[in-house]
T-cell receptor, first 114, second 109 residues
Framework: DTEVTQTPKHLVMGMTNKKSLKCEQH?????MYWYKQKAKKPPELMFV???????INESVPSRFSPECPNSSLLNLHLHALQPEDSALYLC?????????????FGPGTRLTVL | TQLLEQSPQFLSIQEGENLTVYCNSS?????LQWYRQEPGEGPVLLVT?????EVKKLKRLTFQFGDARKDSSLHITAAQPGDTGLYLC?????????FGSGTKLNVKP
């Protein structure tokens, strides 16, 4: 099983709203990632959690707030977003081993900020 | 800094043709992945290559990792319309994965 789930699938929010994106994996992976992807572009790294601790923040604005409640869950809290934040938000988990080192992506959340 | 250069950026071919996508870097990666992505969906893993010089086959797709683990190629034989999509390579280095710019493939029936 290599499934990463994300909810919601689509989200429309105003610039004053507060919302959260959720990501879940049950593969026992200890590293999880948030990416932002604009149309026809590769994913851009936002945050990396390793063993439930934030290890990388790619200078993301504070209106994006990640949270890792446990090893299976990853949230991204959104507040006071801008229209330019509209994008596909992807979660991924990483399987590491001597013969493999792979990210598995969720289906993404399509976010529209009005 | 764009660590991975992917080419070509766009490719439009007829069904049945062969094609090769390249992913090049001056950096060494511990592994390299190839993904295919449909619009509005998450990238789907095709393959991971780990060993320099490694060749993996997945039906009509052949993946190669360079001897120095700096570059990779994806070759598709007898392309089909179902192969249409965005192909992404990603190299792993420490805690990060570095993506190529992507290859948008369109296979016409």
């Amino acid at each position: 099983d290599t499934e990463v789930t994300q909810t919601p699938k689509h989200l429309v929010m105003g610039m004053t709203n507060k919302k959260s994106l959720k990501c879940e994996q049950h593969m026992g992976h200890r590293a999880m990632y948030w990416y932002k992807q604009k149309a026809k572009k590769p994913p851009e790294l936002m945050f990396v959690y390793s063993y439930e601790k934030l290890s990388i923040n790619e200078s993301v604005p504070s209106r994006f707030s990640p949270e890792c409640p446990n090893s299976s869950l990853l949230n991204l809290h959104l507040h006071a977003l801008q229209p330019e934040d509209s994008a596909l938000y992807l979660c991924a988990s990483r399987r590491q081993g001597s013969e493999t080192d792979t990210q598995y992506f969720g289906p993404g959340t399509r976010l529209t900020v009005l | 800094t764009q660590l991975l250069e992917q080419s070509p950026q766009f490719l439009s071919i007829q069904e049945g043709e062969n094609l090769t996508v390249y992913c090049n870097s001056s950096s060494v990666f511990s592994s390299l992945q190839w993904y295919r992505q449909e619009p509005g969906e998450g990238p789907v893993l095709l393959v991971t290559v780990v060993t320099g010089g490694e060749v993996k086959k997945l039906k009509r797709l052949t993946f190669q990792f360079g001897d120095a683990r700096k570059d990779s190629s994806l070759h598709i034989t007898a392309a089909q319309p179902g192969d249409t999509g965005l192909y992404l390579c990603a190299g792993a280095s420490f805690n990060k994965f570095y993506f190529g710019s992507g290859t948008k493939l369109n296979v016409k029936p």
